[in-house]
């Protein structure tokens, strides 16, 4: 099999098991998710999602750690893909070594590798991870704000930000008194201005081109 296609069948396998695998000892990410009181169902849609969110970029995080221990000993690495010891020793000491550190998705992805003969190729699958889904993983949004959002209008507002930009969010709130109300939202190179000054200006606007009528 061509390697290019290995490292990306390997690290779509890790990504696409991670998502799915939501376990119960994972912390959950307190819902974020803008609207009137979200029905039970809504709460839990968004409570699912939010531990999607986390548990990518954490698993993510374990395999960069474990690639920076192989840069710092790199005897470590060389005995991941010595043909000569028995996988059931390697396994072992995958477990050994990261049993408190690492959780049991990387570990047993690890193994898979090891156990497949692809150990030599963990650096290029890490790097693959980082590049293609660590990134994508959130898009930063900084939320100007003229008072504080409580958790609800928060999750709402994520929620929604999410489906309009079809991807992972992560806000970023800054009070801003001149806006008066309302909120302004800095997406990439989006920009969404529903503060009450950018109302005032085009009502002041509209003000400026309107025909009086008399009134009789």
Known sequence: MNQEILIRRYSEAFVGHVQKTIQ??????????????????????VTAECRIQSVLPEAIGELLAIKKIMEM??????????PEIPSAEKCALVDA??????????RNFLKLLIEHKRALFLVAIIDYIREHYLRAAYMNVLVK????LDD??????????????QRSVRLFIELDGNLLGGLQIFAGNKIIDASVRKRLSQ????LKTAELIPWK
């Open 24 to 45: 119960s000892d994972r912390p959950e990410c307190r819902i974020q998710s803008v609207l009137p009181e979200p029905s039970r169902t809504e709460r839990s849609e």
């Open 73 to 82: 000993c790199p005897d470590f690495g060389l005995l991941l893909k010595n």
């Open 97 to 106: 070594a990261f049993q408190t550190s690492v959780s049991e998705d990387v």
């Open 145 to 148: 704000t003229a008072s504080m």
């Open 152 to 165: 609800d209008l928060l999750a709402g507002l994520t929620k929604q930000l999410e489906r309009k930009l």
């Open 203 to 206: 009502v002041k606007d509209i």
